[in-house]
Antibody, heavy 118, light 110 residues
Framework: EVQLVQSGAEVKKPGESLKISCKGS????????IGWVRQMPGKGLEWMGI????????RYSPSFQGQVTISADKSISTAYLQWSSLKASDTAMYYC???????????WGQGTLVTVSS | QSALTQPPSASGSPGQSVTISCTGT?????????VSWYQQHPGKAPKVVIY???KRPSGVPERFSGSKSGNTASLTVSGLQAEDEADYYC??????????FGGGTKLTVL
């Protein structure tokens, strides 16, 4: 069974750094891209970017380029999303999802809620 | 890239059909047959109900169907049921392994 399991909820202060994770299982992790999606409170889905764990080829949405870093450790089947200096506006639910290459996100993680507040 | 345009809300009575539109540009919806639709219930992760414009993943009822004409894609839910009440998002491939989402449509079953 394909599963993407994300790390737990985080509460951080503005200016702090953060790295959240997404662990894949039940399939060959290195054969599929993993994408990240933001959902701000009460708002819609936003595409952040994507990584191919086999070679760490990474693409960012123009809206998120330079704002976050996407990485992966194929040895432990885990993808990451990180911030070097959080802002209150980064408060959101973040989802990872598997991208089999036909434009769809077929399996989703359960989401990681990030709250940034002073 | 700009978000795809969806109506903020749609509604229908049980048993009726409802269609949700998703308008993009010639750089996304108009260029690729890679439009997907996602259903999201409150507090849950999204779930794909249509991909590649009109294909249904295993387990998704036949009541869900998709189509595309030019820069506009559509999701039709026939024979509405109470459990179809949810937010629906379209997405399109936009090249370079990037996607773009629509703003979402809240479907209410009256």
């Amino acid at each position: 069974e394909v599963q993407l399991v994300q790390s737990g909820a985080e509460v951080k202060k503005p200016g702090e750094s953060l790295k959240i994770s997404c662990k894949g299982s039940g399939y060959r992790f290195t054969s599929y891209w993993i994408g990240w999606v933001r959902q701000m409170p009460g708002k819609g889905l936003e595409w952040m970017g994507i990584i191919y764990p086999s070679d760490s080829d990474t693409r960012y949405s123009p809206s998120f380029q330079g704002q976050v870093t996407i990485s992966a450790d194929k040895s432990i089947s885990t993808a990451y999303l990180q911030w070097s200096s959080l802002k209150a506006s980064d408060t959101a639910m973040y989802y990872c999802a598997r991208f089999p290459g036909n434009g769809r996100l077929d399996y989703w993680g359960q989401g990681t809620l990030v709250t940034v507040s002073s | 890239q700009s978000a795809l345009t969806q109506p903020p809300s749609a509604s229908g009575s049980p048993g009726q059909s409802v269609t949700i539109s998703c308008t993009g540009t010639s750089s996304d919806v108009g260029s690729y047959n890679y439009v997907s639709w996602y259903q999201q219930h409150p507090g849950k992760a999204p779930k794909v109900v249509i991909y590649e414009v009109s294909k249904r993943p295993s387990g998704v009822p036949e009541r869900f169907s998709g189509s595309k004409s030019g820069n506009t894609a559509s999701l039709t839910v026939s024979g509405l049921q109470a459990e179809d009440e949810a937010d629906y998002y379209c997405s399109s491939y936009a090249g370079n392994n990037n996607l773009v989402f629509g703003g979402g449509t809240k479907l209410t079953v009256l």
